[in-house]
């Protein structure tokens, strides 16, 4: 096929322009933030379950307070009426027996005071220890809140540019023969399609050509259009290909 060396350099373009349309693609479909945003979604779950766990704790000792503080004012209440009781008591058996429970009743409300002292203390704990769960939740949302907004931002401006890019390229390919575009795209499914030739190199693959491809090449007319012998790409010639 032969094309002219300005049409051959157009390719030059259009495989620019197909370079950032890729890349346009790929910051689309697959956005920087993505690993960290599902790494934090994993945590979050985590974080959520032990939430959850040190919360049925924290309820479990509320209860357990509630149930102390209720026997504690019953066993108060029973104090109350006995000592009534006990002051209004003439038959000294009865007194003796009201003193008695008396006397029980205050070791018992004693024991449940103590109870409920560590009980609150345990309360307290396990509110602290919920409250910096919390806090690592809210810090994890945080985050993912802030990288998913800024994905969608990146995905939409990436999304602009690719469509953006398609333009250009539809308005840079229509500049060159159509036999000669169909040639490019059909090699740029393997390769980069067109590369320029740089001292020898093969800006496509980065390969150095043998000197006896280096000839073929050095023979051929400026319209031919030359292929890399290793990548398959057009091969866009300049002065600086090294062929002079």
């Known amino acids: 096929m032969n094309a002219s060396p300005e049409n051959q350099r157009t390719l030059?373009?259009?495989?620019?322009?197909?370079?950032?349309?890729?890349?346009?693609?790929r910051a689309r479909t697959q956005p920087t933030q993505g690993p960290r945003i599902t790494e934090l979604v994993a945590i979050r779950q985590d974080q959520l379950r032990e939430l959850t766990a040190l919360t049925g704790t924290r309820?479990?000792?509320?209860?357990?307070?509630?149930?102390?503080?209720?026997?504690?004012?019953?066993?108060?209440q029973r104090r109350v009426r006995d000592a009534e009781r006990l002051a209004a008591a003439t038959n000294p058996k009865e007194a003796q027996a009201l003193e008695?429970?008396?006397a029980s009743l205050a070791r018992r409300q004693s024991d449940l005071?103590?109870?409920?002292?560590?009980v609150m203390g345990r309360l307290e704990e396990a509110e602290a220890a919920v409250a910096a769960q919390q806090a690592l939740l809210d810090t994890t949302t945080t985050e993912g809140s802030a990288l998913t907004a800024q994905a969608k931002a990146?995905?939409?401006?990436?999304?602009?540019?690719?469509?953006?890019?398609?333009?250009?390229?539809?308005a840079v390919a229509a500049t060159v023969p159509a036999a000669l575009?169909?040639?490019y795209d059909r090699?740029?499914?393997?390769?980069?399609?067109a590369a320029l030739l740089t001292r020898g190199t093969c800006e496509g693959c980065r390969m150095v050509l043998p000197s006896t491809d280096l000839n073929d090449i050095r023979?051929?007319?400026?319209?031919?259009v030359v292929s890399c012998p290793e990548c398959g790409s057009i091969l866009v010639r300049t002065e600086q290909s090294g062929l002079s």
């Not at 309820?59 to 108060?76: F, G, H, M, Q």
């Not at 990146?154 to 390229?169: C, K, P, S």
């Open 187 to 193: 090699r740029a499914r393997n390769s980069a399609g």
């Open 219 to 224: 023979r051929a007319p400026d319209d031919a």
């Open 113 to 118: 005071e103590d109870a409920e002292l560590d």
């Open 154 to 170: 990146d995905v939409a401006a990436a999304t602009e540019l690719g469509a953006q890019l398609v333009r250009d390229r539809a």
């Open 100 to 102: 008695h429970e008396l």
């Open 12 to 25: 030059l373009d259009i495989a620019d322009i197909d370079r950032r349309i890729a890349q346009a693609e």
């Open 181 to 183: 575009l169909a040639d």
């Open 59 to 76: 309820d479990d000792v509320r209860t357990e307070l509630t149930r102390l503080e209720s026997d504690v004012a019953l066993v108060e």
